[in-house]
């Protein structure tokens, strides 16, 4: 069987057209139960593969200005609407890894992120003398929230109304009715506020139109505010959460990484999904491609984690190694905490786009293959690289 999720191809440049492949589907019978072997299948397979188009563009929105980084499928039609929120301090392309893998499996993907939000956010001494906490921990306030939301909101009016026009001809293609919002660290705050969480914000987190479901990579939850059960309980839109137990952030943001589960576990039932990830780092979540050179895990260092790197080792590896079978191409366990190797770093990689993918036709495409693949096969492919809960 051939994967439904392709290596990364370059991206073409806007207006270029291409191709679409098809992939028949196989599924074989073990024990009276439907499964994909891992030995023959790198995970869930997208119906068709699409080459992409890459459009960069800034646009003016409430005033301020915006990045945008678009991937557009060629050779579609009525393409689902993926939106794409960066974290704290990145640009508009980051997350490619997720973003790449879902515009070839067929949708728009438009990743946004305002200029005042990027890489200029704050100087590099102000970061390096810890006064990064503070302008962080101002982000995540109901006041900033409220204005990332209503930013969602000018985006997707702003991206129908370019659709309609001629020099906009990529834009046709989508369709406005089936939408999904995902985003990373600050953007899964944002894409979680869309999803229905509860925050002392008033009418500002009135939700976009079309908007059917929200994957959170890194989600956020602290104690302040109203209480997880009242926060997040009003949740009844399908959300996939992404973190792992060392998903701690670089600025200090969170306590503890545990804490990240929260929305999972208090949210109601009813299309809600945890792929908990093992020995990943919170970059790795966000959508790098590579590690870092040197790369060790941000919360084997982070001061405010509260556990000595021993105590974070022994609470990584308890209960639980690394991917066993014969396609594991992770290696052995890491000497250190945080340490992840290239090759362990692409096997992670794969994991995500295969879960979200399959989380996205699910909900967008109604796919009930997708469906099925997640609650029949996807704990079974994972094995123990990690655990996909659903509710």
């Not at 576990?265 to 908990?276: E, F, G, R, S, V």
Request: charged residues 20%; glycine residues 10%.
């Amino acid at each position: 069987m051939t994967s439904r999720i392709f290596p990364l191809i370059p991206l073409l440049a806007f207006g270029v057209l291409a191709g679409c492949a098809t992939h028949d589907r196989e599924w074989h019978k073990e024990s009276g139960e439907s499964h994909i072997s891992r030995t023959s299948s790198p995970g869930y397979l997208a119906e068709q593969n699409y080459a992409t188009a890459s459009i960069r563009e800034r646009w003016t929105l409430g005033g301020e200005p915006v990045e945008l980084s678009m991937l557009i499928p060629q050779g579609g039609h009525k393409l689902p609407l993926v939106i794409y929120l960066p974290g704290l301090g990145e640009t508009a392309d980051a997350g490619l890894a997720w973003r790449q893998a879902w515009a070839e499996a067929g949708y728009a993907v438009v990743s946004l992120q305002p200029v005042r939000l990027g890489p200029s956010l704050l100087p590099a001494e102000k970061a390096r003398s810890g006064d990064f906490n503070l302008v962080a921990r101002a982000q995540y306030a109901p006041k900033a929230l409220s204005r990332r939301i209503a930013l969602v909101g000018e985006a997707l009016d702003e991206l129908k109304r370019r659709s309609h026009e001629s020099q906009a001809a990529a834009l046709a293609q989508v369709d406005f009715s089936r939408v999904g919002v995902t985003g990373f660290d600050l953007g899964a705050q944002t894409a979680m506020a869309v999803a229905g969480e509860m925050y002392d914000v008033g009418s500002a987190l009135k939700r976009p139109e079309g908007v059917r479901c929200v994957i959170a990579f890194s989600p956020y939850a602290d104690f302040s505010g109203p209480g997880f059960e009242q926060r997040f309980g009003p949740i009844h839109m399908p959300v996939l959460s992404v973190t792992s137990e060392d998903d701690a952030d670089p600025y200090g943001v969170i306590s503890t990484p545990e804490i990240r589960r929260a929305p999972f576990q208090y949210m109601p039932p009813d299309n809600k999904y945890l792929l908990a990830l093992y020995n990943v780092p919170h970059s790795l979540i966000g959508g790098s491609e590579t590690p870092a050179a040197g790369s060790v895990h941000e919360s084997a260092t982070h001061p405010a984690s509260g556990s000595d790197s021993n105590d974070h080792a022994g609470r990584r590896h308890r209960g639980k190694g690394r991917r066993g079978g014969g396609e594991s191409s992770s290696g052995s366990e890491a000497a250190r905490p945080g340490d992840i190797s290239p090759a362990a770093w692409t096997d992670q990689l794969k994991l995500v786009q295969s879960v979200s993918t399959a989380y996205l036709d699910a909900m967008l495409k109604e796919d009930p293959e997708a469906s099925r693949w997640l609650v029949q096969q996807a704990h079974r492919w994972l094995g123990e690289s990690a655990e996909l809960i659903s509710k």
